[in-house]
């Protein structure tokens, strides 16, 4: 059999986190009430002229710059023609010609080692609305909400070759974008949505395949499964002495399988034409200056700092970095408490281990720094212990509890008191002769079970130093 190479190119359309729409005042929130975030720019009424949100510009200049991209200070909108029911005005304003961004790049590592993805363009445009397919009544209704919410596509060059290089490709945008702020980038709500151009060619082969596009991608998962179904579609049809046909195809991650939807349409299809609504836009150097001087530290610049300035496990720094939520919880804690591996280590042991029982995402963390640093503090003092800390932890986690208040209310305090625990372990020791024997005949084992009974007689509020000290020195009488 001879042997392919995959060639694939994303088109990624990213929803701006703009509070209003690119074109008009309607608000952008997820989740409203059917057309109910509308008015007659957005729904396309006649007569309605459509007025630029500045903030939309700001977004793309500032994941451009992050993305190595060359600014376009004089660009425009071009209408993009067609019809289809979600799409009000039978047109998309967008742009062609001379898109904000243009020739950029990002670094992806994957297991082969690192790569550089050419980014061709990013530009602007307005979204369309969404079909609600009712089988029931057997139709379809449209909302209209999401028409001109404001969007980045993100066009990529043809420089991927495999599923894996394409999913780190995503994950580095959509870092680069949350750390921007840009957008939240929750694939399941439609805010990042990638569109799959992918072609298979004979290995050392020139000429690029015939490609076609997949649609209808919402997770990372589907995206992988996607290119490694279309890649064996398209191999089998070469196979066969057959053609691959340039087309849309839609992916059902169900059944695993895509299908036609449309022939592939060229630019001509769309009868592109400028906007003759909006004039072009002029990027002084003063107004990119300003963007420039407000973009935050990306992950990439955040790693390296963390080497250099906390004695943390490289895992740690990655995991702590892969998300804009919790790289700020952990340094918002530690400007509070100064203890950066006590931070790293409740981040990365009990935060972590609760979300994946919960099974809720990162960015669902609620808990506030100062509440992590209060409770570092009373462990640090000696005011309650580790067992005792980690209890606490969980009603933080879940409830946002200030913890010295919760400690001082539940009575969860560490006891120091000496004659108190002599007292305890004393009791212990009678209760359980058997154990005490067999640490004396040289069963180590014992110890630990016998300081489990003190604590467990003590609700796990003593100092396991102090038990431990003790109990050693009544047994060794």
Avoid at 53 to 71: D, P, S
Wanted: glycine letters at 6%; one cysteine or more; proline letters at 4%.
């Amino acid at each position: 059999m001879k042997q392919y190479e995959t060639v694939i190119g994303l088109e990624v359309h990213v929803e701006l986190a703009t509070k209003t729409k690119i074109f008009c005042s309607c608000s952008t929130a997820f989740g409203g009430a059917p057309n109910t975030h509308t008015c007659p720019v957005c729904t396309g009424m006649p007569g309605s002229l459509p007025v630029l949100n500045k903030q939309v510009v700001e977004y793309a200049m500032a994941v451009g710059l992050a993305t190595n991209c060359r600014i376009n200070q004089y660009c425009k909108f071009d209408r993009k023609n067609y019809f289809y029911p979600d799409n009000p005005q039978n047109y998309q304003i967008s742009q062609l010609y001379l898109p904000i961004c243009v020739n950029g790049s990002v670094e992806i590592e994957t297991a082969a080692g690192k790569k550089k993805i050419g980014i061709h363009e990013i530009h602007m445009e307005e979204d369309a609305g969404k079909l609600i397919h009712d089988e029931w009544e057997d139709c379809s209704l449209v909302d209209y909400n999401r028409s001109g919410v404001p969007l980045i596509e993100i066009v990529s060059e043809p420089d991927m070759r495999s599923a894996e290089e394409v999913i780190a490709y995503l994950d580095k945008l959509r870092l680069i974008i949350q750390y921007l702020g840009a957008s939240d980038c929750k694939l399941q709500e439609g805010s990042m949505r990638a569109d799959v151009n992918l072609s298979v060619r004979e290995a050392g082969a020139e000429a690029f395949g015939t490609r076609t596009e997949m649609k209808n991608l919402n997770s990372f998962k589907a995206i992988a499964r996607a290119i490694d179904g279309e890649r064996a579609r398209q191999i089998e049809l070469l196979e066969e002495g057959k053609q691959v046909v340039q087309e849309t195809r839609r992916w059902d991650d169900n059944k695993e399988y895509s299908y036609a939807m449309r022939s592939k349409e060229d630019a001509q299809d769309y009868r592109y034409f400028p906007e003759p609504d909006l004039v072009p836009i002029e990027i002084s150097d003063q107004w990119l200056l300003q963007v420039k001087q407000r973009q935050p530290e990306l992950r990439d610049e955040k790693i390296a700092r963390y080497k250099r300035e906390y004695q943390i496990p490289e895992y740690d720094i990655l995991i702590l970095t892969s998300s804009k939520k919790m790289a700020d919880l952990f340094e918002e804690t530690i400007a509070l408490c100064k203890k950066p591996k006590e931070v790293s280590n409740w981040l990365m042991g009990e935060a972590m281990r609760l979300l994946k029982e919960e099974e809720k995402d990162v960015d669902e963390i609620s808990f506030s720094p100062a509440h992590l640093a209060k409770l570092i503090a009373l462990l640090d003092a000696g005011t309650i212990n580790r067992t005792v800390a980690k209890d606490v932890f969980e009603v933080i986690f879940r409830e946002d509890i200030d913890p010295e208040q919760y400690v001082e209310e539940k009575g969860l305090k560490t006891v120091n008191d000496e004659e108190v625990l002599r007292s305890t372990i004393k009791e212990v020791i009678l209760a359980n002769t058997q154990s005490v024997e067999d640490y004396r005949a040289g069963k180590t084992k014992a110890m630990g079970f016998l300081v489990g009974q003190t604590m467990k007689a003590m609700k796990g509020k003593a100092d396991p130093g102090m038990v431990n000290r003790i109990l050693t020195e009544m047994l060794n009488q």
